[in-house]
């Protein structure tokens, strides 16, 4: 519940009923007669809510909002007028107001307002705490979560976290399966020791083994010294095996073997080495599919999926996306030396109806470019990317996904948009390239397997 409450009105009468009514709730009432007067008591007194009317002499409410949202963010503005319109209502939500109340009304409203506004506030101190938890937690990469989503993977990655079972994760490319890793690693006791992540499909497949497992001096042409592998480096800490879809089929065995024995056998030695090593893999690949296509090893899934936590995304928990807009604002307001402090409702309205195809990891750059782009304290709609203005791929106001056009309305399967998506990117790479595949997979930030995979998978002849 609230303690202080502050009352800002130019109707002397209003003022002291309300004072009345709030002060036989147990409230602790102050009242200003205008918004002047109002911003100079919060100077010197704490205030927990805000009963504003629209229509004052001077500074009137939709001025105040602004004022009062800047200097002491987080506290609820509750916008009272005589004029009562639900096109005011919606404006002074966009604005910042927490609610809009018509005069006259009812004691019971007042005090229902003020309960949800008091519940709300409870719930975002609740996160911020929760969020310098986790960032205390994990170190410098703070998971953000408020939906049921994340805090239940969030829940059973702590469950987890203390034992040395193989972990899969899985999600969308951009959903931040790396951060749970290290999030696993940070609370398991293994945290003092070496966090090793690979991306298995960035390294050339005739490399991989020895990168993975090791090579002694002379073992193959070009081995001048002997090399410890990422398995050794990871002994007794984590090694964290990105794409694991791209693992070679013959290294899967491999794989597989070093995970049981926990031993490892680098390249051209005769003897095994023992190792102590957790590892957690992840993938944005659907891994059923890949047994079925025989490209991954059916033993090998069971071996890694014994905890498995799919990271959902972004689209799947928009409660997140203010926390997370507000994270990755305090991160670049500080590397980048601006001082923007917020995203104005408006903005925020956009970002959180976006459906993210690029998940948490556009958002990041997305806040990034926002921040550059934004000259005073407050990120408007105008630095946002244009798709994000528009509403391309955010949902409507029935919660169906708007069309990016008349095909796509057609057919709305995401499975196949997607291949097409990805294809034509691949055939504009190779016609930029002039077909050098090496060139198109680095212009598409892709290994150049992966490309070669692709260009089979979509049937593209180049």
Known sequence: MFQNILIVDDDAALRESLDLLLAAEGYVVRTASNGQ???????????????????????????????????????????????????????????GAYDYLAKPFQPAEIRLTLRKAAEREGLRRQNLLLQREMSRSVGDRAIVAASDEMIG???????????????????????????????????????DAPFVAVNCGAIPENLLE???????????????????????????????????????????????????????????????????????????RDLAREIEAGRFREDLFYRLNVVRLEVPPLRARRKDIPLLVDHFLARF?????????????????????????????????????????????????????????LGSGARSAGGKSSALSEGVAEDLSMRRARRDFEADLIRRALARTGGNRTHAAKLLEISHRALLYKLKDYDIRD
């Open 333 to 389: 307001r500080v590397a980048l030396a601006k001082n923007v402090r917020r995203v104005s409702d408006p903005a925020l309205a956009r970002l959180v109806a976006y459906d993210w195809p690029g998940n948490v990891r556009e958002l990041e750059n997305l806040i990034e470019r926002a921040v550059i782009l934004t000259d005073g304290d407050v990120v408007e709609i105008a630095a946002l990317p244009t798709a994000v203005q």
């Open 37 to 95: 007067a109002a911003l100079e008591l919060l100077e010197i007194t704490p205030v927990d809510a805000i009963l504003c009317d629209l229509r004052m002499p001077g500074i009137d409410g939709f001025d105040l909002i602004p004022q009062i949202t800047r200097q002491w963010p987080g506290i609820p503005i509750i916008l009272m007028s005589a004029h009562g319109t639900e096109d005011l209502a919606i404006e002074a939500i966009q604005r």
């Open 210 to 284: 020895s990168e993975l497992f090791g090579h002694v001096k002379g073992a193959f042409t070009g081995a001048s010294r002997a090399h410890r592998g990422l398995f050794a480096e990871a002994h007794r800490g984590t090694l964290f095996l990105d794409e694991i879809a791209e693992l070679p089929t013959a290294l899967q065995v491999k794989l597989l073997r070093a995970i049981q024995e926990e031993e490892i056998r680098p390249v051209g030695d005769s003897k095994s080495q023992s190792v102590d090593v957790r590892v957690i893999a992840a993938t944005a």
């Open 153 to 191: 993977l969030l829940e059973l990655l702590e469950r987890t976290a203390a034992y040395k079972s193989t972990v899969l994760v899985t999600g969308e490319s951009g959903t931040g399966k790396e951060v749970i890793a290290r999030a696993i690693h940070a609370q398991s006791p293994r945290r």
